[in-house]
């Protein structure tokens, strides 16, 4: 949520690009391209998306907007932000060592920490790795992560498998995948697991 208003506060704007198709001075067709994030220069348009925590198929739905959105000459650059590899990798870690240091060793902790709304597969996940006398943190940051972050997710190994494939070309493309330093109070250096 900071990187979206920190954006818009250096006017990265939301907005709707309109692409018609005018034949004989009628208009036959018309798409709309919503990109969250516009910054228009006297050298160009950049458009950026962030892709937090969406369904995979989101990147294809950004990579190809930018790539109309390129061949119309309604922009210069592509930006995709999401979640770097070593950051997705690390998220049961994270999560795992939230829960100890805030002391949370079981549902009733969790609960009192104020995550109280889980789905029946978190729920189902969760207690079953508790019945293979899982440790409470590593279950729920497994089953947490697994249901909410898994693979079928927005991260860096489906943007690539995407690039590789040849989405969004011609538009050039600047990719970001977050770090784990992004994560401000876990340090990879020295995990307190």
């Not at 805030?102 to 790795?129: C, F, P, S």
């Not at 690539?160 to 990719?175: F, S, T, W, Y």
Request: charged share 20%; net charge neutral; glycine share 6%.
């Amino acid at each position: 949520m900071r990187l979206r208003n920190d954006l818009v506060a250096l006017g990265w704007k939301k907005h709707t690009f309109t692409v018609q198709t005018i034949v004989d001075g009628v208009a036959r067709e018309s798409i709309s391209h919503e990109v969250d994030h516009v910054l228009k220069t006297p050298s160009g348009t950049l458009a950026l998306e962030i892709e937090w925590n969406n369904k995979d198929p989101f990147f294809d739905r950004d990579l190809e907007n930018f790539q109309r959105l390129h061949a119309q000459g309604a922009i210069s650059l592509g930006i995709l932000v999401t979640r770097g590899a070593h950051l997705q990798a690390a998220l049961v870690s994270i999560v795992e060592q939230a829960l100890r240091r805030e002391g949370i060793m079981d549902v009733a902790d969790l609960e009192a920490w104020g995550v109280k709304e889980r789905t029946t597969r978190q729920m189902k996940n969760l207690n079953g790795l508790l019945e293979r006398q899982t440790p409470f943190a590593r279950a729920f940051a497994q089953s947490f992560v697994s249901d909410k972050y898994g693979m079928a997710t927005t991260h860096w190994h489906k943007l690539m498998d995407r690039i590789a494939c040849g989405v969004g070309n011609p538009c050039p493309l600047l990719l970001i995948g977050l770090p784990l330093s992004a994560v401000a109070d876990y340090s990879a250096a020295s995990p307190e697991l």
